[in-house]
């Protein structure tokens, strides 16, 4: 089987991990005081990545919670990618030098795509681009936004230009525990060529089973948040029948 990793969130807002449903600001609920302590118990429970957030970068179009991104990278052994808000060079530059194995561009991949094209020469496999949809549509600015771009157009734009991986978020099954939108995943990669991460929706082991059959597809893992944190499914589980 091709490898399909878990990757446990952690989304930053106010020093604190939370979740939100449907990206709505206004339904956030803490798990943790801590990032640090949520990061390391990921990695003690088997995680292989860990999967950050800056849910006030996001919001605000630059990077905001920098120290703690930081300091969430010096204390895990394994990789930590990270998204939210990178709209220059600097912001890239920035996160990578404090540790960051691998950065998240989603909105800028609309709004500004000479600045992707150039992160993406320079960095290569260090990028990830992520694709969240509502209806289709690419939805940008922490989803305050949908453009008139269709996903599955962009993918393939910027697998043209060097992207090997993409992140994709079905806005509708973001947080409600309803299982992920297998087929639109699926056809992501298949129309991309690419290694596609599927984010969103993901609630009992029976999620993970139904996109790790599809890694030969391209589909290369799951992003899980909620459903560790409310212990609907365990990390450590779900890494030993994937390793």
């Known amino acids: 089987m091709s490898n399909f990793i878990i990757y446990p969130a952690i989304d930053i807002r106010g020093g604190k991990a939370v979740r939100l449903v449907q990206g709505d600001y206004n339904r956030e609920t803490v798990y943790n005081d801590d990032p640090v302590s949520a990061a390391k118990d990921w990695e003690a ?51 990578l030098s404090l540790g960051v194995s691998r950065v998240i561009l989603g909105t800028a991949a609309i709004e500004d795509r000479a600045f992707v094209s150039k992160v993406l020469a320079k960095h290569g496999g260090k990028v990830a681009i992520g694709i969240d949809a509502r209806d289709g549509f690419v939805a940008t600015r922490g989803w305050l936004e949908t453009s008139q771009v269709r996903a599955e157009d962009l993918a393939k734009e910027l697998a043209a230009e060097g992207a090997e991986t993409f992140i994709f978020t079905d806005i509708s099954r973001d947080g409600m525990m309803g299982g992920p939108n297998v087929e639109a995943i699926v056809r992501l990669a298949q129309v991309s060529g690419r290694t596609v991460i599927a984010s969103g929706g993901v609630s009992k082991p029976e999620d993970l089973a139904n996109l790790s059959k599809h890694a030969a597809d391209g589909v290369g893992g799951a992003i899980v948040g909620k459903a560790l944190y409310t212990g609907s499914i365990s990390l450590s589980e779900a890494v030993a029948a994937y390793k």
């Open 45 to 95: 429970q088997g995680g292989e990545w860990v999967h950050l957030v800056d849910l006030d970068g996001a919001k605000a179009g630059h990077p905001v919670n920098d120290e703690l991104i930081g300091r969430i990278a010096s204390a895990v052994q394994v990789p930590v990618q990270v998204g939210g808000g990178l709209r220059t060079e600097a912001d890239v530059e920035r996160l």
